[in-house]
Each structure stands twice: as C-alpha cells, then as structure tokens.
C-alpha cells in the first residue's frame, strides 16, 4: 500500500508519475499559517533556503542553517495535511560528499516529517543523489541558477544562454538520471527549459523558467507581496499584503495615538459573564 493510499497525501513516486499530466502546482512556506494557506491549492510546499532572506532579513541563502530548516520545517508541517513538504538542504551540509549529505537529509526528515529534501547542483551533484535515493531519501534537484553558487556564478544571472546551455542540459539529465523524482529548473530561457522538460523523465518544475515546464514554483513571500526588498522578473505578484498590512499597522498607529482605540467593545467591564 502507498503512503497517498493511507494518508491522501502525494508521494515523490506520485509527483514523478505526473510527468506531462496536470501541472504540479508548488510554493514555499516557513510558518504554520502560511503553510495552513497554501496547502489546499499545492501539490508540493518546499520549506527553501529563501526563508534566510525573506524570513530572517540576511543578505542571501548562503547564510540559511540545518536548525533554521528543521525549525521551519517543524512549523511548516504542522499546517500541512494535503500538499507533500520539501526541506531545503541548506548550504554546507551536503556539499562535502554523500555520506555528509545523508547524515543531514535523514535529520531534516526525521525531525520535520518532511518526505523528501532538495538540493543545488547538477553534474558534480549526481553522485550524491543516487547514494541518497538508494538509502531512502527523495531528492527534488535544482539546477540553472542555484542561489548557493551565486559567488561562483557571479550574480542571479540567467543560466543556460548560448553555448552554455550544453551546461544546464546536462546538469538537468545527470540529476534526473541520479533518481531525483523532479528537477527545479530556475532562471533559464523559456526555449531551453521546453527542450528539457522534453528531454528528461522527471517533472521539471521552474522558476523564471517556461510555462510549459511540468509545474511551477515561486517564494510566497514574493507573489503575496509581502518581500519587497527587491523583485525578480519571473515574479508575478498576485497580491499586495505589504501595502494592506502597512495601512493596518498605521491605522493602528493613529488609532493608539488618538486614544480611539481600545473602544468600549474592547474592554472590560465589572460582569463576570463578560470575557
Ligand atoms: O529556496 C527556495 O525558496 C527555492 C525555490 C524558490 C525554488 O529554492
């Protein structure tokens, strides 16, 4: 019998199995809430390395630690009961060798519940993707531009255009040869990530990617407008809860300072039956 038989929930077999099927519909969440909000509407919640930024204020992921995503991923998981939860592998716990890499992927699943992690890299990576799967731990690849690599890479830039898009075609087969069961592909040109949704056996879910890859993910900070440090092109904002929650904090503001708030239906009068 398969874990979706007996919870309901999608497997890494099940979202492998949706190759060319429905798009897989994918978000980031770091808090119960959140992940309370987009469980309904997600095939996959991936708890990712951003929350160093968009939860933590730090400069990049780079600085995102193993306690900080057994944290989220706890949190993350007591707000999830449909959608499958991915833990980031965060930096420098993996990139050592497979064995390094084992140690903290079994944490992270074991501590959090998580059924599978994810991790950065293609080529040089494959390796340790295969000595994960064949211990037991799904691996969801990430390849084009991999936020770790952005001191190697030298900015967010694009991946893949011209002739280094051999690079990515290759980054994107390894890892899917390896065993993960689906493969981010971030910040590619539309036409290259189509060959490779085309070319490889596994969903390829993007990010400043095509449409026409196997599902799409975004950080929901970003698409809510709630980080607005800076905004990447492949994000669409679908809301601005920056902007409402500062309307709400500054009516507050003016509310308290007013002395118009608390109201009487605020307070508490001498009754009992009042609480
Ligand atoms: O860390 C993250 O949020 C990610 C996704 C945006 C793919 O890796």
Redesign the pocket.
């Known amino acids: 019998m398969s874990v979706t038989a007996t919870t309901g929930r999608p497997t890494p077999l099940d979202i492998r199995g949706q190759k060319g099927g429905a798009p897989l519909v994918c978000l980031?969440a770091y808090t119960t809430p959140v992940a309370g909000l987009v469980d309904p509407h997600c095939d996959i919640v991936?708890v990712?390395?951003?929350?160093a930024m968009v939860v933590h204020g730090l400069p990049s992921?780079l600085q995102a630690t193993m306690e900080m995503m057994v944290l989220h991923g706890q949190a993350v998981a007591r707000g999830l009961s449909k959608a499958m939860m991915v833990v980031?592998l965060p930096f420098g716990a993996y990139e050592e060798g497979p064995e390094q890499a084992f140690r903290n992927a079994a944490r992270l699943m074991r501590e959090t519940g998580a059924a599978a992690v994810?991790l950065?890299g293609g080529t040089h990576m494959a390796e340790t993707v295969a000595f994960l799967v064949a211990r037991g731990v799904p691996v969801m690849g990430?390849v084009g531009l991999t936020?770790q690599a952005v001191n190697t890479l030298g900015g967010y830039k694009v991946q893949g255009r011209g002739p280094d898009a051999e690079r990515i075609r290759e980054d994107a087969a390894a890892v899917a040869e390896a065993g993960a069961f689906a493969v981010?592909l971030?910040k590619v040109p539309d036409a290259l990530a189509r060959e490779i949704t085309a070319a490889i056996s596994v969903p390829t879910?993007g990010?400043g990617a095509s449409p026409d890859c196997d599902g799409q993910?975004?950080?929901v900070d970003d698409m809510l407008g709630l980080f607005t440090e800076f905004r990447p092109k492949f994000v669409k904002r679908y809301a601005d809860l920056g902007a409402e929650a500062d309307r709400a904090i500054a009516a507050y503001a003016a509310e308290v300072r007013a002395r118009t708030f608390p109201a009487p239906e605020h307070v508490f009068g001498e009754e009992p039956a009042q609480s």
Do not use: A
Not at 48 to 51: A, F, K, P, R, V
């Open positions: 980031t991936l990712g390395d951003s929350l992921t980031d994810k950065e990430h936020p981010v971030e879910i990010i993910i975004l950080v």
